[in-house]
């Protein structure tokens, strides 16, 4: 399968690394401008939540030692993935497995810190 960015909207926390860094690296402007972003970050009309609109399949993108696009690689969050459908679909019910489990993946994704997190123990134990 073709690997493409997949988006995890609920992860974005709108700190707009990837657009920073996509224009810096995508364009070889040597600037960090978004205007010379494919990706950009897009506030809700309620400005409650960001997400990122990515406009590539990652094709002429700088890769990093790992093979993945450099957007990928700085959102601190996991909310974006490079990856095929099939895992994408692994993923999203592997965070929602996780966030049962563990509060602090409400806030990021558990393939982007791959630590043994645990139930965090109940208050009074």
Request: include cysteine; glycine fraction near 4%.
């Amino acid at each position: 399968m073709d690997k493409r960015i997949f988006v995890f909207s609920d992860l974005c926390n709108g700190c707009r690394n990837c657009e920073m860094w996509c224009s810096f690296r995508k364009r070889d402007q040597n600037e960090f401008n978004a205007s010379y972003s494919i990706i950009r970050i897009v506030r809700d009309i309620d400005e409650t939540f960001d997400e990122p609109m990515v406009n590539c399949t990652a094709k002429g993108c700088p890769l990093n030692e790992e093979g993945e696009p450099i957007c990928v690689e700085v959102c601190p969050t996991g909310a974006l993935a490079f990856t095929d459908s099939e895992d994408a679909y692994q993923k999203k019910i592997e965070l929602a497995k996780n966030r049962r489990v563990q509060p602090m993946f409400k806030l990021i994704a558990p393939w982007k810190y791959p630590y043994p997190w645990t139930e965090w123990p109940k208050e009074g134990v």
